[in-house]
């Protein structure tokens, strides 16, 4: 992973003494609230139903287990002994004292931390593939690409004042699971036909409000002209984009309104007069920032391990974990792991600081020191050996983080919703407990198969419910919390937004509408059939039947 030079450290240790200044100030009563609002959420610090909430950010989702562990530490000294891990990979911490922030933020720095541009109008934390030089599906490791954007956006002056916030995904390999299609810029890195990494250009995607897949503006594009590009696409952002409506202000909408065609026109003859600028990538710098990433030294291992075979025919619990958590790898002998955040009755994404520290050690054993924060709200360990397979399980049981339910119905995404966000419409996490202890039955969830199960507390969609298979959207009903689901949705190469099923449901249906939802599912599915794959084959009419037939069938009795 990137390691900070000098110039980096001293970047990021002057922001903290400044903001220490700007919260002196505040609290003191020498800058007013508005004053002190685009300061706080320029390092990650919002005000939220209950506290102020701080988001750090995990650059394309990579943590040395040094920074797990300091992570840790400031869930212990300054919040409630817990974090969060979001759909952003980022963490948050949802109870710090605002006085304390700055103390916070310098402690993140002693490892390499902050909270920069995780909020406010600005270019936010850069995310990719969880899997990233490692998954055998990727034809070109995007990881340091996903550095290089960082470096560029971060205190850009041109594009510290966007219209709205703005959101970067970039992928390598065969497989989306960076969900670039949802995302205002989407990079899909590949090899053209003369071998020479290129890259596709998505843009207008996003969820909220009004969710869209977003267009391809360009499907080649060489890899040196990244940056350029981008900047060309904000640029056209930054001066059509509307400031006159927040509920307007993302690209997407402007390029709805210009029409991709259009707006891809614009974004050439921009490009056109920087393309050859100062942002072009020299070769000499893609190797530089690349070598923070080859640091691994793989041992030459048979991917044929007797004694894992033996506890795999002799173990059923290691083999559904195995089935469910464990993932293919490049290298023979070694695989990733997917460490559960979703066990029955615990908030999807936290973890406490004795987790957080037992995780650490866990990356330090078995996979160089180093982890993954996924998009669904999981941690990873990227390089084990398979030889240690087993012997990881038993320890990640006792953290607590085996739950094999990765892929399936309870290994839910979702927002902290109602219980911690101000802009919440409806809680979340009891909605996913609920719907977590109604389908607390492995071999039931195993048989369901791959099902992806989203929550959003209110419009702005931080639970991504629009691609969930199933998305649960908290909406407000004459001041009480009710629940509108969504089918159909889905990530990946083939992104879709889900269909509104019919009106909403209160809290305590949920649970028994996605049960009945899973019944027509298993009712019409064929062999080898996701949920998804019977959305798209039958439509959404049949399982609407048997949601609202029934209620109205009980209306009447």
């Not at 993140?108 to 936010?124: D, E, F, K, N, W």
Request: contains cysteine; glycine residues 8%; aromatic residues 10%.
């Amino acid at each position: 992973m990137y390691i900070y030079d000098d110039i980096d450290q001293r970047i990021v240790d002057e922001r903290v003494a400044q903001y220490r200044d700007q919260t002196r100030r505040y609290l003191a009563g020498e800058l007013s609230d508005d004053e002190f609002r685009p300061l706080r959420l320029q390092n990650g610090l919002y005000i939220q139903r209950h506290a102020p909430m701080l988001r750090i950010a995990i650059p394309y989702g990579l943590l040395a287990s040094r920074q797990l562990r300091k992570l840790a530490h400031i869930a212990r000294v300054y919040d409630r002994g817990y974090s969060h891990f979001s759909t952003r990979q980022n963490v948050q911490f949802n109870w710090p004292a605002l006085e304390r922030v700055p103390d916070i933020l310098a402690e993140l720095a002693t490892v390499q931390m902050h909270g920069i541009q995780t909020s406010g109008s600005c270019v936010r934390n850069i995310t990719t593939d969880q899997f990233a030089g490692v998954a055998p599906d990727e034809v070109v490791d995007a990881r340091p690409y996903a550095e290089i954007l960082r470096q560029w956006s971060t205190f850009h002056p041109e594009f510290a004042y966007l219209p709205r916030k703005f959101k970067i995904a970039v992928n390598g390999a065969e497989s989306d699971r960076a969900i670039i299609q949802m995302h205002d810029i989407g990079l899909g890195f590949y090899l053209d036909e003369q071998g020479e990494v290129a890259l596709e250009i998505w843009v207008g995607g996003g969820m909220g409000r009004t969710p869209a897949i977003g267009a391809m503006i360009r499907k080649h594009l060489p890899w040196q002209h990244a940056l350029s590009y981008c900047e060309a696409i904000l640029r056209v952002y930054n001066r059509y984009g509307r400031r006159d409506n927040a509920f307007k202000a993302r690209i997407k909408i402007l390029v709805k309104a210009l029409g991709a065609e259009e707006f891809a026109r614009q974004v050439e003859a921009e490009w056109a007069q920087i393309k050859d600028g100062p942002s072009t990538i020299t070769q000499e710098e893609l190797d530089r920032v690349a070598s923070f990433f080859r640091n691994r030294t793989y041992e030459t291992l048979s991917d044929d391990v007797p004694a894992f075979n033996e506890k795999l025919a002799s173990d059923k619990a290691f083999a559904n974990w195995v089935k469910r958590n464990v993932h293919a790898h490049k290298v023979p002998g070694y695989r990733a792991v997917t460490l559960s955040l979703k066990p029955t009755g615990t908030a999807p994404g936290d973890a406490t600081a004795d987790q957080m520290d037992s995780v650490a050690f866990l990356a330090d054993r078995y996979s160089f020191g180093e982890l993954r924060v996924s998009h669904e709200q999981n941690l990873i360990l990227a390089d084990v050996k398979k030889s240690d397979l087993y012997q990881l399980w038993q320890e990640a049981v006792r953290v607590g983080f085996a739950t094999p339910n990765i892929g399936l119905l309870t290994d839910i995404i979702c927002c902290p919703g109602g219980d911690f966000c101000s802009l919440a419409n409806a809680k979340s996490i009891p909605i996913a407990q609920a719907i977590q202890q109604k389908f607390d039955d492995l071999d039931y969830l195993h048989d369901i198969g791959d099902l992806d199960l989203n929550i959003s507390g209110c419009m702005n969609s931080c639970g991504h419910h629009h691609v969930g298979h199933i998305g649960v959207l908290g909406v407000d009903k004459d001041g009480s919390e009710w629940y509108q689901i969504t089918i159909g949705g889905n990530q990946g190469n083939s992104a879709s937004i889900g269909t509104v099923i019919g009106p909403s449901f209160a809290a305590d249906e949920v649970p028994g509408v996605v049960e009945k939802l899973i019944e027509t599912y298993i009712e019409q599915r064929t062999d080898e059939e996701r949920f998804i794959d019977t959305v798209r084959r039958i439509g959404v009419a049949p399982f609407k039947e048997h949601v609202y037939g029934e209620k109205k069938e009980a209306a009447h009795v």
